[in-house]
T-cell receptor, first 113, second 117 residues
Framework: GEDVEQSLFLSVREGDSSVINCTYT??????LYWYKQEPGAGLQLLTY?????DMKQDQRLTVLLNKKDKHLSLRIADTQTGDSAIYFC?????????????FGRGTQLTVWP | ETGVTQTPRHLVMGMTNKKSLKCEQH?????MYWYKQSAKKPLELMFV???????ENNSVPSRFSPECPNSSHLFLHLHTLQPEDSALYLC????????????????FGDGTRLSIL
């Protein structure tokens, strides 16, 4: 099985909150990341959280980390049509492989007007 | 201006052609990465360079040949590719000098969309 798992699709109405979930398996992960990919573009770093934190907030984005359950979520408040994109969860720090990130398959977020 | 620039944005080539993908970063980073993004598959790490030295080759076929002449530039030389190599190739960079820096986030370019005929 895959080590970083995300649901593939999420649809929300404009103005509602979106919650994208991610589970991972490596308990030694020290940083977890959220990236956004818009059509025809690369991955844009949205935010990241250190494993000794439970929550991080940055404007409309809230990241929640449950280290015990190895569960990470990204909440987008007041979701806009411009938030439609693929969102990737990633984690690191497996063994001694410097710089290696492990990505989920991505969640396609569709925002309906 | 994006911190990581990839050229070309699109490339169509035959299986017998030789081409190169280029990546340049303006962020002062010392580590650079090549990823392959295919439909319906997770992002695949191909190569990692740290201070111009290759630190990881993730079992990539020899028809892909990376080159890192300095910490700001990374190339991927392509030769005798197969149709299954059609994908989006993404370059990334990060500040990475030791295990203490291994958690620095990676910054991505917009990728090269490669199509093999």
């Amino acid at each position: 099985g895959e080590d970083v798992e995300q649901s593939l699709f999420l649809s929300v109405r404009e103005g509602d909150s979106s919650v994208i979930n991610c589970t991972y398996t490596d308990s030694s992960s020290t940083y977890l990341y959220w990236y956004k990919q818009e059509p025809g573009a690369g991955l844009q770093l949205l935010t990241y959280i250190f494993s000794n934190m439970d929550m991080k907030q940055d404007q409309r984005l809230t990241v929640l980390l449950n280290k015990k359950d190895k569960h990470l979520s990204l909440r987008i408040a007041d979701t806009q049509t411009g938030d439609s994109a693929i969102y990737f969860c990633a984690e690191n720090n497996r063994g001694s492989t410097l710089g290696r990130l492990y990505f989920g398959r991505g969640t396609q977020l569709t925002v309906w007007p | 201006e994006t911190g990581v620039t990839q050229t070309p944005r699109h490339l169509v080539m035959g299986m017998t052609n030789k081409k190169s993908l280029k990546c340049e970063q303006h962020l002062g980073h010392n580590a650079m990465y090549w990823y392959k993004q295919s439909a319906k598959k997770p992002l695949e790490l191909m190569f990692v360079y740290n201070f111009k030295e290759q630190t990881e080759n993730n079992s990539v076929p020899s028809r892909f040949s990376p080159e890192c002449p300095n910490s700001s530039h990374l190339f991927l030389h392509l030769h005798t590719l197969q149709p299954e190599d059609s994908a989006l190739y993404l370059c990334a960079s990060s500040r990475l000098a030791s295990t203490q820096d291994s958690n620095q986030p990676q910054h991505f370019g917009d990728g090269t969309r490669l199509s093999i005929l």
